[in-house]
């Protein structure tokens, strides 16, 4: 599929807030490959000046947060950089919109690298919870964990998303937990704090019901890159390892930055 062409039309748009979007774009004239949860497009508008004989496309990466089982559509979680390139024009889009959106899915933030049964401790700041969507979409009730805790941390309540789903699927299955975490709201009802502060002293264990252990566990880390650097050396400082394919395969440390 060539880059020249508008490839993709916009068929859902929820708006959360005025910053925070979930998208769905359906392909027009290919079909969505099979893909892993975990991986990502591109998606991008041709800029003003772009001619078909010099096409100039604004495109960006963004994590997929449907589950490669759905085929109509791929969804994607997005927030609005008022400063931005590109989210402000996807922001100002409608159904009914088009825009190319590549058709090969890529990206190595995949569960492939850890075996079967083990803890998976899946941790994001704001949209970097979409890959965790599209994992627990897919994987959900196959077998694949033991334990599966998603931590998503925020700035304030109204940042959440898929909370009724991801609130769904603990009610049906107590193996797995969905900690919310608000950092400038206190009186918002729930926990508290940046994501670190819920693996300090007990508070895993007590809600988990076994201890965070890297013989059992492996973590993603999706989002901030901060968080990602202070949660990586707070887990090496307990036994962890990030994963490397050749250097450290047995690594149990998994991320994928933001930014």
Same mark, same amino acid.
């Given at each position: 599929?060539?880059? =020249?062409?508008?490839?993709?039309?916009?068929?859902?748009? %929820?708006?959360? $807030?005025? !910053?925070?979007?979930?998208? /769905?774009? /359906?392909?027009?004239?290919?079909?969505?490959?099979?893909? /892993?949860?975990?991986?990502?497009?591109?998606?991008?508008?041709?800029?003003?000046?772009?001619?078909?004989?010099?096409?100039?496309?604004?495109?960006?990466?963004?994590?997929?947060?449907?589950?490669?089982?759905?085929? #109509?559509?791929?969804?994607?979680?997005?927030?609005?950089?008022?400063?931005?390139?590109?989210?402000?024009?996807? #922001?100002?889009?409608?159904?009914? *919109?088009?825009?190319?959106?590549?058709? %090969?899915? *890529?990206? !190595?933030?995949?569960?492939?690298?850890?075996?079967?049964?083990? @803890?998976?401790?899946?941790?994001?700041?704001?949209?970097?919870? #979409?890959?965790?969507?599209?994992?627990?979409?897919?994987?959900?009730?196959?077998?694949?964990?033991? =334990?599966?805790?998603?931590?998503?941390?925020?700035?304030? #309540?109204?940042?959440?998303?898929?909370? *009724?789903?991801?609130?769904?699927? &603990?009610?049906? @299955?107590?193996?797995? !937990?969905?900690?919310?975490?608000?950092?400038?709201?206190?009186?918002?009802?729930?926990?508290?704090?940046?994501?670190?502060?819920?693996?300090?002293? @007990?508070?895993? %264990?007590?809600?988990?019901?076994?201890?965070? *252990?890297?013989?059992?566990? $492996?973590?993603?880390? &999706?989002?901030?890159?901060?968080?990602? @650097?202070?949660?990586?050396?707070?887990?090496?400082?307990?036994?962890?390892?990030?994963? !490397?394919?050749?250097?450290?395969?047995?690594?149990?440390? $998994?991320?994928?930055?933001?930014?």
């Amino acid at each position: 599929m060539s880059e =020249k062409q508008i490839n993709a039309v916009m068929v859902e748009k %929820q708006v959360l $807030h005025d !910053h925070l979007f979930v998208f /769905k774009f /359906k392909p027009e004239g290919w079909t969505i490959p099979d893909f /892993k949860p975990g991986q990502f497009s591109s998606l991008g508008i041709f800029k003003p000046d772009s001619t078909p004989e010099k096409p100039k496309l604004l495109r960006r990466a963004y994590s997929i947060a449907s589950s490669p089982k759905e085929k #109509a559509a791929l969804e994607f979680y997005i927030t609005l950089v008022d400063e931005g390139a590109l989210t402000p024009k996807l #922001a100002a889009m409608n159904v009914g *919109d088009r825009l190319w959106m590549d058709p %090969q899915l *890529d990206g !190595h933030f995949t569960l492939d690298p850890i075996p079967p049964g083990r @803890d998976l401790v899946l941790i994001s700041t704001g949209t970097g919870l #979409a890959p965790y969507i599209s994992m627990l979409r897919t994987y959900n009730k196959t077998g694949r964990w033991r =334990k599966l805790v998603i931590l998503n941390g925020v700035r304030v #309540a109204r940042d959440l998303a898929y909370v *009724d789903e991801l609130n769904r699927a &603990c009610a049906e @299955d107590p193996n797995i !937990h969905f900690i919310p975490m608000v950092t400038r709201e206190p009186n918002w009802g729930g926990r508290c704090g940046r994501v670190n502060s819920f693996f300090e002293g @007990d508070e895993y %264990q007590k809600v988990v019901g076994v201890p965070l *252990d890297p013989a059992t566990t $492996h973590v993603l880390l &999706c989002g901030n890159p901060d968080m990602i @650097d202070s949660m990586q050396k707070f887990l090496e400082e307990r036994g962890f390892r990030e994963y !490397h394919q050749r250097k450290s395969p047995d690594g149990n440390v $998994h991320f994928e930055r933001y930014w």
